[in-house]
């Protein structure tokens, strides 16, 4: 698959998101951008973008004609959402404002993840496809920590917003977090009982299949 723009990005899932989310609660939040068409915030954004991109490929991966990983695409999303704080809250704190912000940019993150996802699935006759359009999101672990009852969304969001007062924000780790959100999906899936249920139907057509194929042998007469 070739290299992500940040137009498609944007244009497929970020405005979209912001849409939905202003038209939901547009009581509570603003944008940071009054451009037309938010052609500042989107600027903003892009340059984010390409410079975390441009600087782990030369510092981390050491081949800047070298192409992303989907997963690092997500995290460099990620900390362009943040860092320009596209949304504004109408009442309350700075914690406040930073968690609206991370909850879209982990949103988005995902929304990005699964298009890949849905991308690779297109290409093998799979089921894998109709899964992800069902969910339309990567699953999440349903585990929680002994000191915590929230979900494993809102404790990362947590966690997120924490790194970031910090100054802690790793791309790198963020692009793990993704990496292995991609693989607990693929697991969820492959225990799902319609897939499974497909795949023992295609194991029994093979077998008969095969049962056809085969010569019947001949029986053997008796002296």
């Given amino acids: 698959m070739k290299e992500v723009k940040f137009d498609e990005i944007w244009n497929n899932v970020i405005k979209p998101i912001l849409g939905y989310k202003l038209s939901d609660e547009s009581h509570l939040f603003y944008l940071m951008d009054g451009s037309n068409n938010k052609s500042d915030m989107r600027r903003n954004?892009?340059?984010?973008?390409?410079?975390?991109?441009?600087?782990?490929?030369?510092?981390?991966?050491?081949?800047?004609?070298?192409?992303?990983?989907?997963?690092k695409v997500c995290a460099c999303i990620f900390k362009a959402i943040v860092e320009v704080k596209i949304l504004k809250i109408k009442k309350g704190s700075a914690e406040k404002e930073r968690l609206v912000n991370t909850e879209i940019a982990f949103l988005v993150a995902c929304v990005v993840l699964?298009?890949?996802?849905?991308?690779?699935?297109?290409?093998?006759?799979?089921?894998l496809e109709d899964f992800l359009n069902h969910r339309k999101l990567p699953c999440f672990p349903e585990i929680r920590n002994n000191d915590s009852h929230d979900s494993y969304v809102v404790q990362t969001i947590k966690a997120l917003c924490y790194d970031q007062?910090?100054?802690?924000?790793?791309?790198?780790?963020?692009?793990?977090?993704?990496?292995?959100?991609?693989?607990?999906?693929?697991a969820v899936y492959s225990r799902d009982p319609a897939h499974v249920h497909?795949?023992?139907?295609?194991?029994?057509?093979?077998?008969?299949?095969?049962?056809?194929?085969?010569?019947?042998?001949?029986?053997?007469?008796?002296?």
């Fill in 198 to 223: 497909q795949q023992v139907r295609k194991i029994i057509e093979h077998r008969e299949q095969i049962l056809k194929s085969t010569p019947k042998s001949s029986s053997q007469t008796h002296p």
């Fill in 165 to 186: 007062k910090q100054g802690n924000l790793s791309i790198l780790a963020l692009a793990n977090i993704f990496c292995l959100l991609e693989m607990h999906t693929k």
């Fill in 45 to 71: 954004m892009e340059s984010w973008y390409n410079s975390s991109k441009d600087k782990i490929k030369a510092e981390f991966m050491r081949q800047s004609n070298k192409k992303f990983d989907r997963h």
């Fill in 114 to 127: 699964a298009s890949f996802m849905l991308h690779d699935a297109k290409k093998v006759t799979s089921d």
